[in-house]
């Protein structure tokens, strides 16, 4: 019988086929965003058993198990142990059949593990005992996960208070996967709570050497720790927002309502959607003049279980999409940097797929000529990094941009063993090109091209965008 992910899983004809096997199957795996531990990275982690690498973290699992009818300990629990929380999860995946997990768990178990079973209850144990066997082996350590999945580089998600000490131990050992920092400043404009952000403001002090008593100090301390952040390597800003912040406001504003948060008080909607407008804004223009390129994730409505936020903390699987309207925000934003000529290289992802086909259009407002896809509407994100998601990202681009200079997928996860991500959509853009050519949608003549746009997709477009 053959095994359930075999050669030519998700390819459905003999033009997808040739695609993957021929020009998208062993290319290099760029992941320019994920939320890896570079601590696990700089220490070279060795994990003690698969539901350590499965399940800690991984709020996708958790609300699987949760909607299984899973009690909590063994979701995010201190009591049940590792073994114990991987057996319910085992339980709990084959009800996830026609969810992105199902693939997932069965891609990482044969890629990383040679394991060929169907998990279930039954195969759970045999699984359990062949995976921690050689995850306990050097092969398996986090570095050895990196090279075993022909990783070259990986950008890490970072608060700029960060010391970026492991980011600056992997730089001084020259090891092989470049580990580079990515700028994540959401704290920075996150005013609406006046407490947490004061204590903010006073760590970044700290960190920056510079005293904060105005805005302008502010954004100078952001300076300071941007070109720190530079010198370690970054190369990229990300921004997780409910919805794009382009308010009219004055820089006697702004100073005015930096002063009434840090002094401790409560900020009314119009005053936090203007100093969000600064902070994006300005942000932006430090990104222009190093030249990064900034990401910006939108759209999700986080924290939604106040009962279950107040036991557990953030993300921890209680967040969804949201339904925002931002198209004119998001031109004002862009247009104003575009008037400046300080419009830095862009991905914008979005978490409604109501957005898609404004995203395609949005992007190519901005394109000047410049660089290749300046622009970028980013990979299907969170709940839509599925097979249905990402073809549907896939269609808008290609019917309203240029597929061709796409800079392709990344994890956007916590885990080590999640690298078979870009395997599944690599297979799932050669069966969507594949399908077009077995169909006389395009030309069969044209393979080599084909084949090359494929092989830009899934590294090298990515790698001459970021100039890795």
């Given at each position: ?21 021929g ?15 570079p601590?696990y ?27 299984n ?9 201190k ?66 996960l ?54 903010y ?25 941007h ?14 927002i ?29 005053e ?19 030249g ?19 036991k ?58 410049s ?36 800079v ?44 090359k ?16």
């Amino acid at each position: 019988m053959k095994s359930f992910i075999h050669d030519d899983f998700l390819l459905q004809t003999d033009a997808a086929k040739e695609l993957y096997h021929g020009h998208a199957k062993n290319q290099p795996i760029i992941d320019y965003h994920c939320h890896l531990n570079p601590e696990y990275i700089a220490k070279d982690h060795t994990f003690d058993n698969l539901g350590e690498i499965w399940l800690e973290g991984d709020h996708y699992k958790w609300r699987a198990m949760r909607t299984n009818g899973i009690d909590e300990e063994y979701c995010t629990g201190k009591n049940a142990n590792d073994l114990e929380k991987y057996m319910k999860w085992a339980e709990t995946v084959p009800y996830t059949m026609r969810n992105p997990l199902y693939h997932w768990t069965h891609l990482e178990l044969k890629r990383a593990f040679g394991v060929d079973k169907l998990l279930n209850p039954e195969s759970a144990k045999e699984i359990y005992d062949v995976c921690t066997a050689k995850l306990r082996t050097p092969e398996y350590s986090a570095r050895g996960l990196m090279k075993m999945f022909n990783v070259k580089v990986v950008c890490t998600t970072d608060d700029p208070v960060d010391s970026l000490e492991h980011h600056l131990t992997l730089k001084k050992e020259r090891f092989e996967v470049k580990v580079l920092p990515t700028w994540r400043p959401d704290k920075a404009m996150a005013v609406e709570n006046p407490k947490s952000y004061r204590g903010y403001v006073e760590k970044l002090s700290e960190v920056s050497g510079q005293t904060i008593s105005q805005f302008s100090d502010l954004i100078e301390a952001l300076r300071k720790r941007h070109d720190f952040f530079a010198s370690v390597g970054c190369k990229l800003s990300d921004h997780g927002i409910e919805e794009f912040y382009a308010e009219s406001y004055t820089l006697t504003e702004i100073e005015q309502i930096f002063n009434k948060v840090y002094g401790g008080y409560e900020l009314t909607k119009e005053e936090i959607l203007k100093f969000k407008s600064a902070m994006l804004y300005e942000g932006a223009l430090m990104d222009w003049e190093k030249g990064w390129a900034q990401q910006f994730h939108y759209g999700a409505i986080r924290n939604n279980n106040t009962r279950l936020f107040n036991k557990l903390g953030p993300d921890t699987g209680f967040d969804s999409i949201g339904d925002f309207t931002i198209a004119k925000a998001m031109s004002r934003f862009f247009d104003q940097l575009d008037k400046d000529n300080k419009l830095a290289k862009t991905i914008i992802y979005n978490l409604n797929p109501r957005d898609n086909e404004l995203i395609a259009t949005m992007i190519g407002n901005f394109q000047d000529g410049s660089v290749a896809g300046k622009i970028q509407f980013g990979s299907g994100w969170w709940f839509l990094d599925q097979k249905t998601g990402m073809e549907a990202q896939m269609n808008s681009l290609s019917n309203l941009g240029l597929l061709s200079r796409f800079v392709g997928m990344l994890t956007d996860s916590r885990s080590f063993l999640s690298y078979p991500r870009h395997e599944y959509f690599r297979r799932i853009l050669c069966n969507l090109i594949g399908n077009d050519v077995e169909h006389g949608i395009l030309p069969s003549s044209e393979m080599d091209f084909l084949g090359k746009m494929v092989e830009n997709i899934s590294y090298h477009n990515a790698n001459n965008f970021f100039n890795f």
